[in-house]
């Protein structure tokens, strides 16, 4: 697998994601370092769709770490149940917000920052991580990002 995406210009967002991910597979074949499967899936979720911020948090302790991501400086540290990521974190669930401001609780790293998506990452029944992906635009992401976030969430469970 080179290093460059071939997608098909036009696609609607599962046609995409369904082009993604056995791309990323290949690119992840035989990589055993979790930080650079995570730092080229979170390059590659940024060149197919075009998101504000993507990346990943870490479980460590009783907080969420920063990982490898794209886009604007972002926040370090998260605690378990604070934010879209820690609820994320927390209840064992996507959260898909499509206005940050309306969510309780909101981190606002970025004020650029209008929608979001939080996928966890289940290592044996547990969270080990969460994909965040934000967006510059109210209500940007839907089921079919669930659907494709969450299938490629289950691509990176193996690296944990």
Not at 6 to 31: I, S, V
Not at 67 to 78: L, V
Request: charged residues 20%.
């Amino acid at each position: 697998m080179s290093e460059t995406l071939f997608l098909t210009p036009g696609l609607p967002k599962a046609g995409r994601y369904a082009e993604l991910h056995p791309q990323l597979e290949a690119l992840t074949a035989g990589e055993t370092d979790r930080t650079a499967n995570l730092a080229n899936t979170a390059a590659a979720l940024r060149q197919a769709f075009g998101f504000f911020w993507v990346g990943f948090y870490l479980v460590q302790g009783e907080e969420l770490v920063l990982g490898p991501f794209q886009g604007p400086i972002a926040c370090t540290r998260i605690r378990r149940g604070r934010g879209v990521c820690g609820a994320s974190w927390a209840e064992a669930r996507t959260v898909l917000v499509p206005d940050v401001e309306a969510f309780p609780g909101h981190i606002a790293c970025s004020s650029d920052s209008k929608s979001e998506i939080v996928v966890p990452v289940f290592k044996d029944g547990r969270v080990v991580a969460v994909l965040d992906v934000d967006s510059d635009r109210l209500a940007d992401f839907d089921e079919a990002d669930q659907a494709g976030l969450e299938q490629l969430m289950q691509l990176a469970a193996t690296w944990f």
